[in-house]
């Protein structure tokens, strides 16, 4: 038996210590923004536990810091598979990842990784897990264990609507993921959060001060009688008929509606599923969560400039919501399908779902970032790939303008079936490249090539040393040439 009053005991379970010196795994740098910064946000391709491992090596040397200078990762999101045993597929059937480990195996997978995650946070941070309603609960007695029963903050319950089991399935329908939230130490980084409820006038209880404002009262509760004269001063007690005193709450006016600030609870009922996102935040990657729901995670819990860690990042949420409010990121995912994906939506950022703060317009390129992988990378072929693409393309310069102006001929991916051009995703070029990183000068989607008759342009006077062209595929396949201008 062990010192806790209960815990779950499987097949296979390792100790936490040696959870704890799983082997850190070489990262290589593939890909990087060409701006210098004091902190570059990472985007890490490969195995997340050998990544995790890595990333506290990096903790206790004292380089995986937040903006004020505290070690460690202020904020862990993750939406690791739930144990469906499916394969899961992109909108043109690319393949995006296997979900196939189930039981014991699915549960251990993950504690190992909710151990390294424990030990990455700031003492002042907190980690969100997001799953459904097959594994929740197992998972639950599970960061009972790693993180401690009395650090368990709250069971929020997305009420997403819009899909479920069909009535003769002989079960109520489905409509709810589960989110569990734990902070690590004595105390935690939390944002009070409301939203704005649209509620008719009529009937609604709501009432009228001398100045036309529209107002709800509540009772006096716990506020002093200091506490009353001084809201008396700014006109926020109601009185009355029989003498009582209330506190009163000032509405927005909307027409025939009031918008009522509430705070946000426990259950979320307010962010539709990605079903309803508009074409604009919509990836293509299946299980893709809706910004609206990474916002208000990381709103919540963290402040700018604090790290947020996504170690199942997908189709890069949490990454494009933290790099719009102004948070540093790190982000892991082993599917190449997932890493093209999140780099094409932050280089293309300005395109997703804008939010409010901060007020500011993201040009490309957006803040610095690497994407690194594990392995050795084949310039000339494909990155983490067997099979790269097959590209013509040709090149010449424009003496009126000084550009070199680059053709596209040619685009196919070999075995998907997709006829010419209809795989192609994007092109990235590296206008001094070193033999080892790629640094992204320039980038362009397929839309936006396809706008100029699959033809791009770069200044020659840019030019510095060897040209890297990086034409990657929708399955995140890529292929690499370098040369000199001739």
């Not at 030019?463 to 396949?477: H, R, S, Y």
Request: with cysteine; proline share 3%.
């Amino acid at each position: 038996m062990t010192d806790k009053e209960c815990e779950l005991t499987y097949k296979g379970k390792a100790a936490g210590d040696k959870v704890l010196s799983t082997r850190p795994k070489p990262l290589v740098t593939l890909k990087s923004v060409r701006i210098d910064a004091p902190w570059r946000n990472l985007l890490i391709s490969g195995d997340n536990l050998g990544a995790l491992a890595t990333l506290l090596e990096m903790k206790r040397a004292g380089t995986l810091k937040c903006a004020d200078k505290t070690s460690g990762v202020r904020l862990v999101y993750i939406d690791p598979p739930f144990s469906t045993r499916l394969e899961f597929k992109a909108k043109k059937n690319q393949k995006a990842y296997d979900d196939k480990l189930g039981g014991a195996e699915f549960i251990e997978s993950l504690r190992k990784r909710l151990i390294l995650l424990r030990e990455l946070l700031t003492e002042d941070g907190s980690i969100y897990v997001h799953l459904d309603w097959k594994k929740a609960h197992y998972i639950k007695v599970i960061m009972d264990e790693v993180f401690g029963e009395e650090n368990f903050l709250n069971d929020i319950i997305w009420s997403y609507g819009g899909r479920g089991a069909k009535h003769i399935s002989g079960q109520f329908s489905r409509n709810h993921d589960i989110i569990l939230w734990y902070k690590k130490g004595a105390s935690h980084v939390f944002n009070q959060l409301t939203i704005g409820k649209r509620v008719p006038k009529k009937g609604g209880g709501f009432k009228q001060d001398d100045e036309g404002r529209w107002f709800k009262t509540s009772p006096k509760g716990d506020y002093t009688d200091e506490s009353m004269k001084a809201l008396a001063k700014q006109g926020r007690v109601y009185t009355t008929r029989t003498g009582v005193m209330r506190v009163k709450y000032f509405l927005k006016d909307e027409g025939e509606y009031l918008i009522e600030d509430k705070l946000v609870g426990d259950v979320w009922d307010d962010i539709p599923d990605a079903m309803h996102l508009s074409e604009s935040e919509k990836t293509g990657y299946p299980t893709q969560k809706p910004e609206a729901l990474l916002e208000r995670v990381i709103r919540a819990s963290s402040e700018a400039g604090d790290i947020v860690l996504d170690c199942f990042s997908g189709a890069g949420t949490t990454l494009a919501v933290a790099e719009k409010l102004g948070r540093r990121w790190v982000g892991i995912d082993s599917g190449s399908l997932a890493i093209h994906t999140t780099e094409v939506r932050l280089l293309t950022i300005a395109a997703s779902k804008s939010l409010d703060e901060p007020k500011k317009k993201y040009a490309k390129p957006c803040r610095p970032f690497d994407i690194l992988g594990e392995l050795e990378h084949d310039h000339a072929g494909c990155a983490g790939q067997k099979t790269a693409p097959k590209v013509k393309c040709s090149y010449d310069v424009d003496e009126s303008s000084g550009e070199c102006v680059v053709r596209i001929e040619r685009f196919t991916s070999p075995g998907s079936g997709l006829k010419d051009m209809e795989a192609l995703s994007s092109v990235a070029v590296d206008l001094n490249f070193d033999g080892e990183a790629m640094k992204i000068d320039l980038f362009a989607t397929k839309e936006e090539l396809e706008k100029n008759g699959f033809e791009f342009r770069f200044p020659v006077k840019a030019v510095k040393g060897e040209v890297l062209l990086a034409f990657a595929d929708i399955f995140g396949n890529e292929k690499w040439f370098v040369g000199e201008l001739a």
